[in-house]
């Protein structure tokens, strides 16, 4: 039985790709998406970061992410968990009001994921105790004092 050389050549570039793709370790993969706001800590170690990634999907849209990093690093998914999570949100910044507040601010947000606390820990080894963890508190600033997402009437405000 003679076999193809452009065939065995085929075959072995396909199975290539599979070990390749099966080889990927999510703990080391970057966010997807688009940085789209980096506010660095008044202490100078830390970055807060907002990211916007494509929601995909049929209904398309984006998908709104905040994650702390040490100064300079990129975002990696599951860790640090993300501390927030939007499906909406217009006008989204991030202010560090103190050293240990993180605050983020919007117009319009539909809110999937909303933690207010971060520790140290979830980014590098603060010892066996916990002895040198560093605790920031993450604080909701919508624009209005009212409703942010609704209109007094219960109905979604638009996204413009």
Same mark, same amino acid.
């Given at each position: 039985?003679?076999?193809?050389?452009?065939?065995?050549?085929?075959?072995?570039?396909?199975?290539?790709?599979?070990?390749?793709?099966?080889?990927?370790?999510?703990?080391?993969?970057?966010?997807?998406?688009?940085?789209?706001?980096?506010?660095?800590?008044?202490?100078? &170690?830390?970055?807060?970061? =907002?990211?916007?990634?494509?929601?995909? $999907?049929? @209904? %398309?849209?984006?998908?709104?992410? /905040?994650? +702390?990093?040490?100064?300079?690093?990129?975002?990696?998914?599951?860790?640090?968990?993300?501390?927030?999570?939007?499906?909406?949100?217009?006008?989204?910044?991030?202010?560090?009001?103190?050293?240990?507040?993180?605050?983020?601010?919007?117009?319009?947000?539909?809110?999937?994921?909303? &933690?207010?606390?971060?520790? =140290?820990?979830?980014?590098?080894?603060? $010892?066996? @105790? %916990?002895?040198?963890?560093?605790? /920031?508190? +993450?604080?909701?600033?919508?624009?209005?004092?009212?409703?942010?997402?609704?209109?007094?009437?219960?109905?979604?405000?638009?996204?413009?």
């Amino acid at each position: 039985m003679t076999r193809h050389p452009l065939l065995v050549a085929l075959g072995m570039a396909v199975a290539m790709f599979c070990l390749a793709a099966c080889d990927e370790k999510p703990e080391t993969k970057m966010a997807t998406g688009t940085e789209q706001v980096r506010v660095t800590s008044p202490n100078g &170690r830390l970055d807060a970061v =907002l990211i916007r990634e494509d929601g995909g $999907g049929a @209904a %398309g849209g984006w998908e709104w992410y /905040v994650y +702390i990093v040490a100064k300079g690093s990129p975002p990696v998914p599951n860790k640090p968990h993300p501390i927030f999570n939007a499906g909406t949100l217009t006008d989204g910044t991030l202010l560090w009001s103190h050293e240990h507040l993180l605050e983020i601010h919007y117009n319009i947000a539909y809110i999937n994921q909303f &933690r207010n606390l971060w520790g =140290l820990s979830e980014i590098q080894n603060v $010892g066996t @105790a %916990g002895e040198h963890d560093y605790l /920031v508190e +993450i604080r909701l600033v919508p624009a209005s004092q009212d409703y942010s997402l609704l209109t007094s009437e219960g109905a979604f405000k638009p996204k413009n």
